[in-house]
């Protein structure tokens, strides 16, 4: 039998784990000494970047709606900590230095979270859909991605008006497993957030265009059948756009997904067999 992990053994091992984790980040984050972006404007910058909306409130599986309810509340509270803010030149956006921890005593409520690869749920939840959202504006822009984390190796709920490619989501965790950006350009950026009655909604701003623009997409897109398992298949793409020409400059492999499907597939889907 494999050993168990320390952070395995119970709730107070976990407990203690993660504690472990967050004071290390601190640590961390005292030596490097690093400039992170904590200044905001209500002021909106001249030039839209970029703009998205996710829908707040979505069917996944099985999953308790009540989740997707305070999901709600819990985007709520945290957009009022980002929304605004500068991100200068040889700045570091960190969505974790922005939000600070997500307790009951500060409102927040118990929503959907991943935990070894399978739905769970625990106070904050659901703070991913902020983190995913930005980082699809941010992949729109010349801003630098220091940390980012996959859901990696599942794909755990059925497609569900789906508007942006497989595999380019995100996952947090306060504080060690955050999602941070650099900005190595003379450019500054702002990001605007806000939710409104159904969505999640956001815009990154700029004081000047940028020279490139960009478009994400995903190719060769398929299920496999891999003994007996279901896998999600495909690759993600980052084109560089020239603004003046419209010529694609560069193409970049930003993610390539081979997933665990774990919900039950439809006749809809066509799944191939994957030659020994």
């Not at 599942?154 to 941070?180: A, E, V």
């Not at 003046?244 to 066509?270: P, S």
Request: contains cysteine.
């Amino acid at each position: 039998m494999q050993r168990k992990l320390f952070c395995e053994i119970s709730p107070f091992t976990y407990r203690l784990s993660t504690e472990k984790e967050i004071i290390k980040r601190h640590l961390t984050d005292l030596c490097k000494r690093e400039r992170f972006a904590t200044q905001r404007s209500e002021t909106p910058l001249p030039v839209v970047i970029h703009h998205h909306k996710s829908l707040i409130r979505r069917r996944l599986g099985n999953v308790n709606m009540q989740l997707q309810e305070n999901k709600a509340v819990n985007l709520a509270l945290a957009v009022v900590h980002i929304n605004g803010v500068l991100i200068r030149p040889q700045e570091t956006f960190s969505l974790w230095k922005l939000v600070g921890r997500t307790t009951e005593k500060k409102g927040y409520k118990e929503g959907l979270t991943i935990t070894g690869g399978k739905p769970a749920q625990g106070i904050g939840g659901g703070l991913c859909q902020l983190s995913n959202l930005i980082h699809w504006m941010v992949l729109h822009s010349q801003l630098t991605i220091t940390e980012h984390h996959h859901h990696d190796g599942f794909d755990l709920f059925p497609d569900y008006g789906r508007q942006i490619p497989f595999g380019t989501g995100t996952s947090i965790t306060y504080n060690y497993l955050d999602y941070r950006v650099k900005n190595n350009t003379n450019n500054t950026y702002q990001l605007r957030l806000w939710v409104d009655d159904q969505h999640l909604c956001g815009e990154l701003r700029a004081t000047a265009p940028q020279q490139h623009t960009f478009h994400i997409h995903a190719a060769n897109e398929h299920f496999t059948r891999e003994g007996g398992v279901i896998y999600r298949n495909g690759i993600v793409y980052r084109d560089t756009i020239d603004r003046q020409t419209g010529k694609t400059l560069d193409r970049q492999v930003i993610r390539t997904n081979h997933a665990q499907v774990m919900y039950e597939c439809t006749e809809e889907m066509e799944i191939r067999e994957k030659e020994p």
